[in-house]
């Protein structure tokens, strides 16, 4: 689209104001009716540009967008920058690095992806976490939880096993073995399988262009 | 931005919508009551809300636009209890009228 | 209830969903309860009730309950409107003995089962992990399905009546909106931004556009039959409430798609449309004080009249007050996903839905119980009406508290990770707020047990000598 979201904010208001005014003349303004049109316009014009935003939007954030990358982002390393140009945190997505010992191909990683979600979605994750900031507070936000600096300070070598996909894998498995705290995950049963494709979903989402969503993650100038 | 800044803006929103809504409370009940004192004491929100506007205004987090923005909003809260009574006002007092009509009608 | 006989076949069914809503409002609240101490004591319950569960129990029976009671005042006053039966009553109790059945048994499959393993079965038959829609995908379906039925008995009865304007109107658009927003909400997207995209559809299109103007057409009913005001201001305003919130709120969705990998452009539209939001609710309080003012509070249902007047206090406070503080993408970048959010939530619900349908069963209550002309009154409803306010402010207040703690502590300060959350959680402000938010729930429940019991016997016994 080539149009600012300024412009495009301030026709819809135009639009509204303009065809209700061709349509109330002649109407006293303390009549229902008059405000009947008003409704109806603005309801009609605001929703007709919503559509046309969510056309642009569906597209903008499809598999392989600039904006939500292609599921083969997984065989790449994936950092947080702050970008001095947009003046916010991107997403970077760097050189190519093995995901389970393995590369990927498109096949595989869609596999995985969906595998992944459809674990997310039948263990209720998003009851207790947040993900993108969605969810319920019980729990920490994992939409960068890939980047998280933890796995690989305190959760590695407890597990002790040699990347953190495979620390990440086994926490999933055993939550309930490796506390980190007094409130302590459940164990969700995930096999193998499913917690390698969360896992491999996590990634993903953490290589999501989230506007800059959560500000400085994992950056934190403070000593915690 | 500082984390500090994040919690004054919070605090200034917080404080900006709801002294706009007391003004708005005080300024009805008032002026219903015929009451001089407690129009003059809804001013005092109507103070509060417009510091808490200019406190969000001075933030540097917001670009021109968003201070514009809420340069409208400041300006918007501070007629809307004055022009709402007037609308209010006006309505009922046409129903009445009309009510009144429908009655010599009868 | 014996005195009855004179009500609509549509108006005892109203009653129905009345009750199954009141009862739902219970499990919520013991839900909530539930949740409220695992923050407290998280070892309570777990593995057995986990946290997820019962949060999810906790948003889903609102969702219904507050559903269950529009749908009662639809039915209650569809007749009053039209002034015949119901045109398919019998097809519409049967809806209602189906809902209430699948109600059950997805909060039946909710408790026992809780989940399932990574395929899309258990989307269909479990849950399908989404908040606030978390029900099954065959629960889904027959949730469209019994709406549908519910909409051909709204408008087959005003069709036959001939009275397709006005309010009734607003009512048929409104409720064909909401069916079609809900499916909006029905299938499975691996990419969760394209996911997230469509489920604020259903969230937000229907909490603060469709329910709003439900909520206004009920609002408006009320007021005719409580205060008789008279319908061309009640029109007048339903015109224009439609006429703010759709013109805000359609676009205001944007204020979802801040962060959840949608275009830049979503953070300028959403922005806007949501700093404008609180205007109309500033200008609602000025008619509320001016409409309580010029009744002097005089009315034939005084616990009806007060929960209209605090439904408009509540909808400026929760969607207005709350929903500002932290709209501003500056600041939600930072506050987006704490407990703000939940104070928010807590207080727009409650301000806006439960004040209504509690207004709406008080009006069917006058109408049930007294005869033409008496006043519905009593003390006990004031009890409970100060009460579940106070208590409710004072389960938002710590949650702000809270929220402010997690927006500095964990956000703004840690940057948002894993220990940065602990920090927050650990926080001896977090943690207070959780023990005070947990006392003033167990009041909220105690206010609510005080509401049945005074929903059950309002108006049997003092009728006579309030005369």
């Excluded at chain 3, 909409?151 to 001939?162: G, H, L, P, Q």
């Excluded at chain 3, 500056?330 to 928010?344: R, V």
């Excluded at chain 3, 959680?425 to 707020?433: T, V």
């Amino acid at each position: 689209m080539k149009f600012g979201w300024l412009e495009i904010t301030l026709f819809s208001i135009v639009l509204v104001v303009v065809i209700s005014a061709i349509f109330v003349r002649g109407k006293n303004w303390l009549e229902p009716g008059f405000w009947g049109v008003f409704a109806i316009v603005s309801s009609l014009v605001m929703f007709s540009i919503l559509w046309l935003l969510t056309f642009d939007t569906l597209k903008k954030i499809s598999f392989g967008s600039a904006r939500v990358p292609s599921p083969t982002v997984i065989n790449h390393k994936i950092g947080f920058e702050y970008d001095p140009d947009k003046k916010r945190y991107m997403p970077t997505i760097g050189e190519e690095e093995l995901f389970f010992g393995k590369k990927w191909s498109e096949q595989e990683a869609t596999q995985l992806l969906t595998k992944g979600k459809l674990v997310i979605q039948s263990r209720n994750c998003m009851d207790c976490h947040t993900l993108l900031g969605n969810g319920a507070y019980f729990a920490p936000d994992l939409t960068k939880s890939w980047l998280d600096p933890k796995w690989q300070t305190m959760i590695q070598p407890m597990i002790g096993v040699a990347t953190k996909e495979e620390t990440m894998a086994k926490w999933l498995q055993n939550p309930e073995y490796y506390g980190t705290w007094q409130r302590r995950m459940p164990n969700l049963k995930l096999t193998e399988e499913e917690a390698k494709a969360v896992v491999g979903y996590l990634k993903f989402m953490s290589a999501i262009d989230t506007n800059g969503f959560p500000d400085h993650f994992g950056k934190s100038p403070a000593i915690f | 931005m500082s984390a500090d800044s994040v919690l004054k803006m919070l605090l200034a929103s917080l404080s900006f919508v709801l002294t706009a809504g007391l003004y708005a409370f005080f300024y009805a009940f008032g002026r219903l009551k015929g009451s001089f004192f407690w129009e003059l004491f809804s001013f005092v929100f109507a103070l509060m809300m417009m510091l808490s506007g200019f406190f969000l205004v001075s933030c540097p987090a917001f670009t021109l636009f968003w201070k514009l923005l809420l340069i409208f909003s400041i300006f918007s809260y501070l007629i809307i209890p004055k022009a709402m009574f007037w609308i209010v006002e006006k309505i009922h007092q046409k129903e009445g009228e009309e009510e009144g009509r429908l009655k010599t009608l009868k | 209830m014996k005195e009855s006989k004179d009500l609509y076949e549509s108006q005892k069914l109203a009653i129905g969903y009345w009750i199954v809503a009141i009862c739902l409002f219970g499990a919520q609240l013991v839900f909530g309860l539930i949740i409220s101490y695992q923050y407290i004591q998280p070892e309570f319950l777990h593995k057995f009730l986990n946290f997820s569960i019962c949060r999810l129990l906790h948003i889903n029976s609102m969702i219904l309950w507050l559903l269950f009671g529009f749908i009662g005042g639809i039915y209650w006053f569809l007749p009053l409107e039209t002034e015949r039966e119901v045109v398919g009553i019998f097809l519409g109790k049967i809806a209602f003995i189906v809902l209430t059945a699948a109600v059950s048994i997805v909060v039946l499959v909710f408790l026992l089962v809780q989940i399932g393993k990574g395929e899309m079965l258990t989307l269909w038959l479990v849950t399908e992990g989404r908040e606030y829609i978390e029900a099954p995908r065959w629960a889904d379906i027959g949730i469209v399905a019994v709406f549908s039925i519910i909409f051909f008995n709204v408008f087959a009865s005003i069709w036959k009546a001939k009275k397709l304007k006005g309010i009734l109107w607003v009512l048929i658009v409104d409720l064909l909106a909401i069916i079609g927003f809900y499916i909006a909400g029905m299938f499975f997207s691996p990419n969760i931004s394209v996911d997230q995209f469509w489920w604020w559809w259903v969230v937000h299109l229907w909490v603060e556009a469709t329910w709003e103007v439900l909520v206004g057409v009920l609002v408006g009913w009320v007021l005719m039959a409580v205060l008789g005001t008279s319908r061309k201001i009640v029109e007048g305003w339903l015109y224009l409430e439609v006429f703010l919130i759709f013109g805000t709120g359609i676009l205001g969705l944007g204020h979802h798609y801040f962060w959840i990998g949608a275009p830049e452009y979503w953070l300028g539209i959403g922005g806007f449309f949501s700093a404008l939001e609180p205007l109309p609710l500033v200008a609602m309080i000025v008619h509320a004080v001016y409409d309580a003012g010029v009744h002097r509070l005089k009315t034939i249902n005084k616990p009806a009249f007060f929960w209209i007047v605090a439904q408009a206090f509540g909808n400026f406070i929760g969607a207005g007050v709350w929903g500002f503080m932290h709209t501003l993408p500056q600041i939600n970048l930072y506050s987006h996903g704490t407990q703000l959010t939940a104070a928010h939530g807590h207080l727009a619900f409650f301000g806006a839905y439960v004040n209504t349908n509690l207004a709406l069963i008080y009006t069917a209550l006058q109408r049930i119980r007294l005869h033409e002309g008496s006043i519905l009154d009593g003390t006990l409803w004031k009890w409970v009406f100060i009460g579940l306010n106070l208590a409710m402010l004072g389960i938002t207040a710590p949650l702000t508290v809270a929220g402010f703690t997690q927006t500095f502590v964990e956000r703004a300060v840690g940057g948002s990770t894993w220990q940065a959350y602990i920090d927050a959680q650990s926080h001896p402000w977090f943690k207070e707020s959780m023990i005070w938010r947990m006392g003033f729930g167990i009041m909220f429940f105690v206010c609510y047990v005080l509401l049945v019991a005074d929903l059950l016997t309002i108006g049997k016994t003092k009728a006579t000598h309030q005369q």
